[in-house]
């Protein structure tokens, strides 16, 4: 059968069962149409580079980028295992990213160059159709200045709906964006611990936030709860080293709108007396404070202390989560995972 008697729509179904290095080496440049309809493929998916050989990169760095560059939609690299050093070698081919005019979606894994960082971000503000950005697994030497400009960078790109950072900066530095971005909606932020002062900054700066994952550190010292309800924030994910009830409780009521709730506890210095680990209290905290919450997921850590009646405590906790509420109106349950080689957590 002759692949020129195929239909456009089948051909372009058949594309997506190619990498895009073997779609370029088998199809681009038979013919019109065949070029076209690679053009069209690469505004709707990923051109992605994570686990293709150096020699593979470097021919289409060469012979296919400079050519199709205002089709691309999505560009992935990454300086990972598997890639190492492909960031760098992008940039040797003459490659900068703000040739890629139409670009919607862009990420960058594994970069620890400050030097490439700085291009990157003088570069990126020229990418007026950018929605997404990711940058994971960057460990950066910038200084304050440095860490803020690349910061305010990002929160000041005019289309930007998806922000995943997980970025570490010189002496785990954390910095908060000084403009506000009116069109992020989606932030992951991970890699450090944000305090709650930061936390109320960050969502002060991007007042249209409707899904927002964060690694939360609730210090004791840190007096600074949110200071009024978000409610544009519909999903939600926290991961806590502590599980302070009173810090927790305060958080939350100040997002009253949630539909979706993780919650991601890892504490062996509470025990299972701690309130905020059964099911109980969590009845009361969304019957008062989340009446629109549809999805709860959550994992908790902590340690029986009290190492007598174990399989007492434990029963008595599972319980806590076999109330009407949890069975009845909501379908929700709960396991509970004992680790008896510990004989504690």
């Known amino acids: 059968m002759n692949l020129e008697s195929f239909s456009n729509e089948l051909l372009l179904d058949l594309f997506e069962y190619f990498s895009a290095v073997d779609l370029l080496r088998t199809f681009y440049n038979l013919n019109f149409r065949f070029n076209n309809l690679i053009m069209i493929h690469f505004q709707h998916f990923d051109l992605n580079f994570r686990s293709v050989s150096q020699y593979d ?15 691309i939609n999505s560009l992935s690299l990454s300086n990972d295992d598997d890639t190492p050093q492909q960031i760098d ?10 040739q890629f005019i139409n670009l919607k979606s862009l990420s960058l894994c594994d970069l620890c160059s400050n030097e490439i960082m700085n ?3 003088l570069e990126w503000k020229y990418l007026v159709n950018l929605t997404h950005l990711t ?3 960057c460990y950066l030497q910038f200084d ?9 960078s990002i929160w000041s790109l005019s289309k930007l709906i998806y922000c995943y950072l997980n970025i570490n900066f010189n002496e785990n530095n954390i910095f908060v964006p000084t403009v506000i971005s009116s069109s992020l909606k989606y932030v992951f932020i991970w890699g450090i611990e944000h305090y709650q002062n930061k936390i109320n900054a960050l969502l002060k700066q991007t007042p249209c936030l409707e899904n927002f994952s964060i690694l939360l550190n609730f210090d004791s010292n840190d007096d600074d709860d949110i200071e009024y309800p978000f409610l544009t924030i519909t999903k939600l994910k926290l991961c806590l080293s502590r599980g302070q009830e009173d810090r927790i409780i305060k958080f939350l009521q100040n997002i009253p709108n949630l539909y979706h709730l993780i919650i991601d506890i890892c504490s062996y210095d509470e025990d299972y007396t701690n309130t905020i680990l059964n099911g109980y209290q969590w009845e009361k ?9 549809q999805i709860f997921q959550f994992r908790i850590e902590f340690q029986l ?10 029963d008595e ?9 949890w069975l009845i109106e909501h379908n929700w349950y709960a396991q509970c995972h004992w680790n008896s080689t510990n004989g504690s957590n």
């Open 317 to 325: 906790l599972i319980h806590s989560f076999q109330t009407p509420f």
């Open 305 to 314: 202390i009290n190492k007598n009646n174990r399989e007492q405590q434990i």
């Open 57 to 71: 990169f470097n021919l289409i760095c060469c012979q296919y980028l400079p050519i199709i560059a205002n089709d």
């Open 119 to 121: 291009k990157m971000m």
């Open 89 to 98: 070698l992008f940039l040797e081919h003459g490659l900068i990213i703000s």
């Open 285 to 293: 905290i969304i019957r008062n404070y989340l009446s629109n919450l």
């Open 144 to 152: 304050q200045i440095n860490a803020q400009q690349l910061i305010d």
């Open 135 to 137: 940058l994971a697994g």
